[in-house]
Structures are given as C-alpha cells and as structure tokens.
C-alpha cells in the first residue's frame, strides 16, 4: 500500500514537472520590420547597439514565443501594415531564430477589438453563407502559404478580441454584433468560427 501510494504521488509530481516545463514567453513584434525599414536603434542594458533584434530576443532576452497579427487588405494606418507578403517574412524569421510563432488573424483591413469588427472590404458584398465559406478559404490559404514558406504557426488566434463577434459588416456598422444577453448573431459567430478552426487543423 506504502508502495503503490509513494509510486502515486510520484507520477503525479513528475506530470506536474513535466506541465510546468511548457511555458510562453513572448510579445508581439508585429512592427519590428517597419522599425528596421526605418532604422531605429535598439540597445542592451549596457548601451551596445543589438544587430538582430529578433536573434536578440530569444538568445539574450528569453523570448521562445513571439506573436505576429495578419490583416486581410491592410489600409496602411498607424500599425496596420501586416499583409500576408509582410507576415511570410517575419514570421520566417521567429521560425528560423528558434522561437514559436503565434499567428493573430485579424480578418479585418484595420484594427479588430470589441469596438471595432469591420469585415474586410472586399468580403462586404457577401451573403452569410458565402461569408462562412470566404472565413474558411482564407485561412486555409493563408496557413498553405505560411507551411510552405516554412512558417508553420504553432499557435493561432482565430479573430482578435472577438467578445461581441466578428466581421460585423461595413466599417461603421455593428449588423452581426453579439452579446451574452441575447441569442441574436450567435449562430452564425459559431459558424465563423467553426469554419476557421476546421481550416487551422487540416493544415498545421
């Protein structure tokens, strides 16, 4: 009994061990190529000029995990330049500097939070049914491109602060807007979902 209880808490701590063991640590460097195109410094803590700020992070600053967002049709504002060209590329270069790559699909031009869920203009002119489809087309395509770029996402985030849904319609207005109060828009936010989800796992 002494045994078979030791062996027990034995195998329970060592699972514990081995979870602890998996952990993240990152941010998203979503700018860092816009920062280099513009030549900005970056420094140690000693004042010495760093040469690869990605290479930086993960061998001096810890980082395994660095987290890239993905915009459908950029508009070019501040911070929204992160096309799928721009995304292949960085996200190259967190592969090969050994960290994990988190890819935030955005599925929208410009910024998604909860305020604001505009879907991409070119998707506007979709029927809901065609909209489930373009959500799962897209993503599968996207993903294609990133594995053969040798890119692989190891984690991915399908929509970005999506608390009240998503792809909402036009910029400015809130059609398919969703809320824990109401079961309106609820249907169809879990068919978006659900569709870029089966995308993420057939490819990666």
Same mark, same amino acid.
């Given at each position: 009994?002494?045994?078979?209880?030791?062996? /027990?808490?034995?195998?329970?701590?060592?699972? !514990?061990? &081995?979870?602890?063991?998996?952990?993240?640590? *990152?941010? #998203?460097? %979503?700018?860092?190529?816009?920062?280099?195109?513009?030549?900005?410094?970056?420094?140690?803590?000693?004042?010495?000029?760093?040469?690869?700020?990605?290479?930086?992070?993960?061998? #001096? &600053?810890?980082?395994?995990?660095?987290?890239?967002?993905?915009?459908?049709?950029?508009?070019?504002?501040? *911070?929204?330049?992160? =096309?799928?060209?721009?995304?292949? %590329?960085?996200?190259?270069?967190?592969? #090969?500097?050994? !960290?994990?790559? !988190?890819?935030?699909?955005?599925?929208? =031009?410009?910024?998604? =939070? $909860?305020?604001?869920?505009?879907? $991409? &203009?070119?998707?506007?002119?979709?029927? @809901?049914?065609?909209?489930?489809?373009?959500?799962? #087309?897209?993503?599968?395509?996207?993903?294609?491109?990133?594995?053969?770029?040798?890119?692989?996402? =190891?984690?991915?985030?399908? *929509? @970005?602060?999506?608390?009240?849904? !998503?792809?909402?319609?036009? @910029?400015? /207005?809130? @059609?398919?807007?969703?809320? /824990?109060?109401?079961?309106?828009?609820?249907?169809?936010?879990?068919?978006?979902?659900?569709?870029?989800?089966?995308?993420?796992?057939?490819?990666?």
């Amino acid at each position: 009994m002494k045994k078979h209880l030791f062996l /027990t808490i034995a195998l329970a701590l060592g699972t !514990m061990f &081995a979870y602890a063991q998996n952990y993240y640590v *990152g941010g #998203d460097i %979503s700018m860092i190529p816009k920062y280099e195109a513009a030549n900005v410094r970056y420094s140690d803590m000693d004042g010495k000029k760093i040469s690869n700020l990605i290479a930086y992070l993960h061998d #001096d &600053a810890g980082f395994n995990t660095a987290r890239v967002r993905l915009f459908v049709n950029p508009t070019g504002e501040t *911070g929204v330049c992160q =096309d799928l060209a721009y995304v292949k %590329s960085l996200s190259k270069r967190i592969k #090969d500097a050994g !960290m994990k790559l !988190m890819l935030d699909f955005h599925y929208s =031009d410009t910024w998604a =939070d $909860p305020t604001n869920q505009w879907t $991409p &203009a070119a998707w506007t002119s979709l029927t @809901n049914e065609e909209l489930i489809q373009k959500i799962y #087309d897209y993503t599968k395509d996207v993903l294609t491109e990133l594995v053969a770029e040798g890119a692989t996402p =190891d984690f991915i985030q399908t *929509g @970005n602060e999506i608390s009240y849904g !998503m792809l909402w319609g036009p @910029n400015g /207005t809130r @059609n398919y807007y969703v809320h /824990t109060n109401s079961d309106k828009n609820w249907d169809r936010f879990i068919s978006l979902l659900t569709q870029a989800g089966k995308a993420c796992r057939e490819v990666c």
